[in-house]
Structure formats: C-alpha cells, structure tokens
C-alpha cells in the first residue's frame, strides 16, 4: 500500500511574485491545497521535507498527512500529491498541488505496473517480452491505495500473455481501464535472414581484331 507519510506546513496568506520569492529565500516551496468540496488554501511546506519524501517514493501516487499550524494548533488533512512543478534549470521544486482527500471516499489513480521475473519464452525460447500498458488505472479507499502493481512474468511462454484482468490487485481496489486490455505478451523471436550474395558478375569476353592478311599480289619479299 502506499506509504502515508507526514508533512508539516502552514498557511500562505501573502502572494505575488515577490512573496513567493521570499518563500523560496527561507527555504520554503509554495503550495496549494484543493479537493473534498473545501476552498483551495495556499499553503508553504519546507523545501527539503517534501524533497526528502519524493526521492524515497517507490510509486508516483504518494498519500500525504499534510500537518497545518497555524495559531499554535495543527489540522491534520490527508492529501495526494497532485502535482509537483521542478525548476526548468535546476531540480529544485517550485510548487506542489494537494488534492485533499477522505479515508470514506474512493479515489482514482494510475498505478505503474513493473515485471519481475525472467519469462520462459524469453530463457528458453528467445522470445521477446512486450509491456503494451505501463500503468492501470483504479479506484480504491485511501488506505488501500497500492504503490505500484508487480507482475511475476516467469511462468509465460511464447504466445502467453497477461491482461488488466489478470493483474494481482490488492483487496479493495478494482481496475477501471478494460478488463481485456492486454498488459504483457511473449511474442516469438524475430527471425532476421541473411542476404543472399549476389553471384559474381563473369568478366565479359574481350574479342581482340584480327589484322587483315595482305593481299597476295601486293606482298613484297
């Protein structure tokens, strides 16, 4: 399941393009929280917090415990990173969108599927591996939110292949993209064939003139 990780924060009420400046000089990242039928909230969370959690996320959907302090109190909201905006230059992040969520409401995401595994089409055949869909698309609870969908491929053979309906989903989530969408395939191995060469061109006679014979009656001695 995807790791529910916190993130402190707290309101922005100054905006422009000075205030964001001086939000990124103390080390802040402007953000913005929306979603879950409330007004969106402008909101400045730390530089090298959010940094730190997005180099340690295995999936692209991170469920986020966003911690809010404001007036010496905290308001927990729970949150998915929507979006996250880098430095065109630089890999520094610029801005993050939350999406705010509820533990009661489902969500739709597209969770990455990976292979693990070496098929036997591909060990013992030559076969060749295709992945069709690099993600699936889903709807599950918060909590229930998987990070990334794995796929043992080792028992296909040439000509095998596994489908959306086929992928091993953790309970509580359902895939909402066809169910016979194929995802992965062992096709068979290509079968490059040789030029023939061509047969050597044979050198064309060369005819040589035959001198004229000099006529008998003006032949000297």
């Known amino acids: 399941m995807a790791t529910q990780a916190k993130l402190s924060a707290r309101p922005r009420s100054e905006s ?6 001086k939000v990124r000089a103390r080390g802040g990242v402007p953000a913005v929280i929306y979603g879950s039928q409330d007004q969106p909230v402008n909101l400045e969370v730390s530089q090298r917090e959010i940094q730190a959690l997005l180099t340690h996320a295995v999936g692209e959907n991170i469920l986020v415990d966003l911690q809010i302090e404001e007036g010496g109190k905290k308001t927990a909201r729970l949150s998915l990173i929507q979006e996250v905006q880098r430095h065109p230059l630089r890999s520094e992040i610029v801005h993050v969108d939350f999406h705010a969520v509820s533990m009661t409401e489902e969500i739709s995401a597209d969770i990455v599927i990976e292979a693990f595994g070496e098929s036997e089409g591909v060990k013992s055949f030559g076969g060749l591996l295709e992945q069709s869909m690099r993600a699936v698309s889903i709807r599950c609870l918060p909590q229930n939110l998987p990070e990334i969908i794995r796929v043992d491929v080792s028992p296909l053979k040439i000509g095998d292949s596994i489908h959306v309906r086929d992928l091993p989903l953790p309970a509580g989530v359902t895939a909402t993209d066809d169910a016979d969408l ?3 395939i062992v096709a068979e191995p290509t079968v490059v064939e ?21 006529a008998a009656t003006g032949e000297k001695k």
Request: aromatic share 4%; no cysteine; hydrophobic share 40%.
């Open 194 to 214: 040789e030029p023939v060469a061509a047969p050597a061109a044979e050198s064309p006679e060369v005819i040589k003139e035959k001198k004229p014979e000099a």
């Open 16 to 21: 422009g393009r000075n205030a964001v400046k």
């Open 182 to 184: 194929t995802v992965f």
